[in-house]
């Protein structure tokens, strides 16, 4: 169904206009979380996890990825390191996680 161009303005209009929006309830400021009390089990198994007693096989890349891989660690030596890339930490976004 296709509506004239002149409704949908004056649809949009009304709808940013200020009366709806004084229906809207503010957010409410964000609480600071709760402080996680941590069990036994969980010290245990977190633990094991930092041991790496109960770590799997490791996995090798091979293949077109290794390669692909490789050829990049070889080009991040093509540009200069500035100050700011050593003193900071490495972030999820500054390495470039994909998930």
Not at 14 to 28: I, K
Not at 37 to 46: D, F, V, Y
């Amino acid at each position: 169904m296709q509506y004239p161009k002149s409704l949908l303005a004056i649809a949009c209009g009304l709808l940013l206009s200020p009366a709806f929006a004084a229906d809207e309830e503010a957010p409410a400021p964000a609480a600071a979380p709760a402080k996680i009390a941590i069990g036994a089990s969980t010290e245990a198994l977190l633990d094991l996890q930092r041991s790496g007693l109960a770590a799997g096989q490791l996995q090798p890349v091979q293949g077109e990825v290794a390669s692909r891989n490789y050829q990049r660690y070889l080009d991040s030596f093509k540009k200069p390191t500035t100050v700011g890339q050593i003193d900071q930490p490495a972030t999820a976004a500054a390495v470039g996680t994909s998930r």
